[in-house]
Every structure is written in structure tokens, then in C-alpha cells.
């Protein structure tokens, strides 16, 4: 069955500190992508990153960096030097093909505060 | 950028009317469009799945008949909720995926969100 588990429910750092958001998911199918989305306070949802299975380098896109650890079923997400502006609620989300209608189904979440 | 478009953004309606809301893909075609629930700080829960030109698939636990959704054209989705109920308050969410070779491949791109109060 699918899964997807982000353990830490709220992080709360100080603006400029490196913070890392941890994603671990379950999958039986060895074909899948794996998402990243931020929803700030207005609620939309952001997407950031898509990482296919077969892919595993990791990615840096300014502040970001992804860690895909298909060994641990991981893929983390680190913001460095964190802003303000980061603080919203960040989702790990999984599509394998065995869900049958193309669903992708999303972790709890984890509230991010960044205070200034 | 592909671009959901969700409306309204906020509805307040009394007990026992119906709300509308509606989803359109603006600069894609999607064949599936994907309706979701977020209750305060909590995650997206997936209600169902809207196929162009067939019914809904909904997920267990979902009411068919007080979620109505209707898939009438590749860039339209509405979700009714039907004879609300103030335990119908939430923030629908829809999104789409583009409709590529590879449909595991396109990311999700999400409305807006319609946050529902049901009075």
C-alpha cells in the first residue's frame, strides 16, 4: 500500500538557519515520482519538485535541495538560509503506477515558522 | 505554466442549500481532474476522481449523492455539495494533470481552493 509519512509535524527556526523537512514513503511498485508542494497561508498549493524513481540525484534550485535516498525511501527537502517568506505548510506526495486512477496521495504535512 | 482555475474562493451558505464550485484548466486539457478536502491543519484528503464524459470515481468513505461532481468538457470540473450542513465546512481544493504521453510524469496543478462555511 501507499504511504507517505512526514514525521515532524511543526519546525519552528530562526530566519537564516538551514532546515531540513523529512519525507519517508512506502511504495511496492519500483515505478513512481515523488512531489513536493508549499501551501503558505493563503492557501494554493505550490508545487516545487518532481523526482521520478529512476532518477536519483539530488537537486538544488537556489535555496532548495532535495534528497532522494531510494535505499531508505526517502526524500527529504532543505531549505538553506531560511526566509520569512518560507513559512507556510510543506506536503510530500507520491503517484506510483499501482493506484490504479492515477491518484497521488499526500503525507500530513509539516508546518514550517521562520521568524525574523 | 499550466493553470487551474477555482471558483468561488470563498462561499457562506445557510443549512440545507447547495454550493457549486467550479474547476477549469485554462491553458490545458484534463481528461482527470481531482477533487480534494483539507480540513484545518490537517492534509489533502482525496475525495474522487472526475473523468471527462463518465462518472466520478469517489474514494470509500465519500457520499455520492452529497458530493455531485460533473466532468462536462476537458477544462471543466464542478463539485456540488449538496444539502449542506455546517460539517460540510472546508477547503475544496481541485487539480489537474496535463494530459502527457506519461501521465505519472505531470505534477499536479492545483486551484486556488474554495473555502466553504456552511452556516
Known amino acids: 500500500a501507499q504511504k507517505v509519512t512526514q514525521a515532524q509535524t511543526e519546525i519552528s527556526v530562526v530566519e537564516k538557519e538551514d532546515v531540513t523537512l523529512d519525507c519517508v514513503y512506502e511504495?511496492?511498485?519500483?515505478?513512481?515520482?515523488l512531489f513536493w508542494y508549499k501551501q503558505p497561508p493563503s492557501g494554493e498549493l505550490v508545487f516545487l519538485i518532481r523526482?521520478?524513481?529512476?532518477?536519483?540525484q539530488n537537486e538544488i534550485s537556489g535555496r532548495y535541495s532535495w534528497n532522494f535516498q531510494k535505499s531508505t525511501s526517502s526524500f527529504n527537502f532543505t531549505i538553506t538560509a531560511s526566509q520569512v517568506v518560507d513559512s507556510a505548510v510543506y506536503f510530500c506526495?507520491?503517484?506510483?503506477?499501482?493506484?490504479?486512477?492515477?491518484?497521488?496521495?499526500f503525507g500530513a504535512g509539516t508546518r514550517l515558522f521562520v521568524k525574523a | 505554466g499550466a493553470v487551474v482555475s477555482q471558483h468561488p474562493s470563498r462561499v457562506i451558505c445557510k443549512s440545507g442549500t447547495s454550493v457549486k464550485i467550479e474547476c477549469r484548466s485554462l491553458?490545458?486539457?484534463?481528461?482527470?481532474m481531482f477533487w480534494y478536502r483539507q480540513f484545518p491543519k490537517q492534509s489533502l484528503m482525496l475525495m474522487a476522481t472526475?473523468?471527462?464524459?463518465?462518472?466520478?470515481?469517489?474514494e470509500q468513505g465519500v457520499e455520492k449523492d452529497k458530493f455531485l461532481i460533473n466532468h462536462a468538457s476537458l477544462t471543466l470540473s464542478t463539485l456540488t455539495v449538496t444539502s449542506a450542513h455546517p460539517e460540510d465546512s472546508s477547503f475544496y481544493i481541485c487539480?489537474?494533470?496535463?494530459?502527457?504521453?506519461?501521465?505519472?510524469?505531470?505534477?499536479?496543478?492545483f486551484g486556488n481552493g474554495t473555502r466553504l462555511t456552511v452556516t
Open positions: 487539480s489537474a494533470r496535463e494530459s502527457l504521453g506519461d501521465r505519472g510524469s505531470s505534477p499536479l496543478h
Open positions: 511504495t511496492r511498485d519500483t515505478t513512481y515520482y
Open positions: 523526482r521520478n524513481s529512476f532518477d536519483e
Open positions: 506526495a507520491l503517484w506510483d503506477s499501482g493506484t490504479g486512477g492515477f491518484k497521488t496521495i
Open positions: 491553458d490545458f486539457q484534463a481528461t482527470t
Open positions: 472526475s473523468n471527462e464524459g463518465s462518472k466520478a470515481t469517489y
